[in-house]
Structures are given as structure tokens and as C-alpha cells.
């Protein structure tokens, strides 16, 4: 899971980027309005917080501007403001939920957790292209005749960004942002292995569908 914490308190935004990424998450902090837009734009993650303490106004601007661009990542909101018009000005804004300061910090895990879930609800548990499927619940490919193989936590969602995008290609550099996150240190080279993993157990069912290469590029799911 990928995060976006836009937050304009330096202290505060390490000390809640470090929490969650104690829960296994990828967490990438930004400190204006501004930077916030550009990167929840970029489609590569699973869930906005939004804590500028200055400026409810600024936080209201922001989640306007997403929803209108028709960006429907869900979105979290953290305010010290606790009066119900605030909640409901936000809320009507298009925030998903709205916690109040102070908070604990097991609240907000929760609530993360709870808002992700949601999203993944919305989503088809198997999804196909071709003679291509996979399995979201159980993290397997399979193929026409059900014969199924388990994929590891990298393959299963390089695969799945691969059949979300179809017939575009997929970009090595919006792998690496989704997957490893804007600030790792992953090369060109590490998608290419997990890449060649998946070609394997795909070849290895019998599946027809091909993943192209596109030199320097990226990939794309092929039919043959």
C-alpha cells in the first residue's frame, strides 16, 4: 500500500510517516498544497492524508480540486477544527473521512485500513485479459482451465498494474513509483526481474497472453 501524507508540519509529518510505515506501508510526505495536487495526480497511490493545519481553506481548495479532476483516490482528512459544520464542509468537499486532533495513532491505522478495504471492495476479485486471470483473494494466476500457480506480493502487483492498463504500456518508471515508491533506490533492472518471474509462470501455465516489451520503455499485456 502506497500513501500520500500531505502535511505542513515538518515534525509532525515524520512522526506520522515513521507510525505508518510500521504497518508494511510506502508512505510519501509533501508539504504544500501544491505538491500535494501533483503528486495524488499521479494515480500511484492507495490512499491521501491531508493535514494542513494552517489553512482549513488550503485542505478544502485541495480535495476540490482532485474530485473535479476526477481523481477518486480515497481521501483522509486530520483537523484540529471539531465544530460539525467543518465535518460536513469537508465531507461535502469530497473528503472520505474526517478524524479530529488529537487522535491515536491506532485510530488512524484503522481508519486507513478501512478506507483501502473499501476501495478494494469496488474492484472485481478476478480480473482477466485474455486467457490470462487473476485471482485477487487467493494472489494467483490462472489460466482457461483453472490450473493456477500463487504469485509473490511484487509479481501480483506488477501483474495487476499491467492488466488495469491493457493495451497501453505501462511505464518502468510508474512500476518502480507504485511498487517501490518515489524514493527507492529500484533500477530499470529490478522490474525487469520480477518481469521475467511472471513470463515464467505464465509459460509455465500454458497461458497464451504475452507481456511485450517495449525497449526502454516499458510493457503492456499482449494477446497472441
Same mark, same amino acid.
Given at each position: 500500500?502506497?500513501? &500520500? !501524507?500531505?502535511? =505542513?508540519? $515538518? /515534525? ?7 507510525? +505508518?510505515?510500521? @504497518? ?35 485542505? &478544502? !481548495?485541495?480535495? =476540490?480540486? $482532485? /474530485? ?7 481521501? +483522509?482528512?486530520? @483537523? ?41 471492495? $469496488? ?8 486467457? +490470462? ?92
Amino acid at each position: 500500500m502506497r500513501i &500520500l !501524507l500531505i502535511n =505542513d508540519d $515538518l /515534525r509532525t509529518s515524520q512522526g506520522l510517516a515513521e507510525f +505508518l510505515q510500521r @504497518s508494511q506501508a510506502g508512505v510519501d510526505v509533501v508539504y504544500t498544497t501544491e505538491e500535494g495536487i501533483e503528486c495524488a495526480n499521479s494515480q500511484i497511490y492507495d490512499i491521501v492524508i491531508l493535514d494542513i493545519s494552517h489553512s482549513q481553506e488550503k485542505s &478544502l !481548495l485541495l480535495v =476540490d480540486q $482532485l /474530485r473535479k479532476a476526477g481523481n477518486s483516490v480515497p481521501l +483522509l482528512m486530520l @483537523s484540529s477544527l471539531t465544530e460539525t459544520d467543518d465535518i460536513v464542509e469537508a465531507l461535502d468537499a469530497g473528503a472520505d473521512d474526517y478524524l479530529k486532533k488529537p487522535f491515536d495513532l491506532a485510530e488512524l491505522a484503522a481508519r486507513v485500513r478501512a478506507l483501502t478495504r473499501r476501495k478494494g471492495e $469496488l474492484k472485481e476479485d478476478k480480473i482477466s485479459y485474455g486467457d +490470462l486471470f487473476l485471482n485477487k483473494s487467493t494472489c494467483e494466476i490462472q489460466n482457461q482451465k483453472g490450473d493456477s500457480t500463487r504469485l509473490s506480493l511484487k509479481e501480483f502487483s506488477i501483474l495487476e498494474l499491467l492488466l488495469e492498463s491493457k493495451n497501453n504500456v505501462l511505464k518502468k518508471e510508474k512500476i518502480i513509483e507504485k511498487i517501490w515508491g518515489g524514493n527507492s533506490d529500484a533500477e530499470y533492472n529490478n522490474v525487469e526481474v520480477y518481469i521475467s518471474f511472471l513470463r515464467k509462470k505464465m509459460e509455465q501455465l500454458g497461458i497464451r497472453t504475452k507481456i511485450r516489451t517495449f525497449r526502454g520503455i516499458g510493457y503492456s499485456l499482449e494477446l497472441s
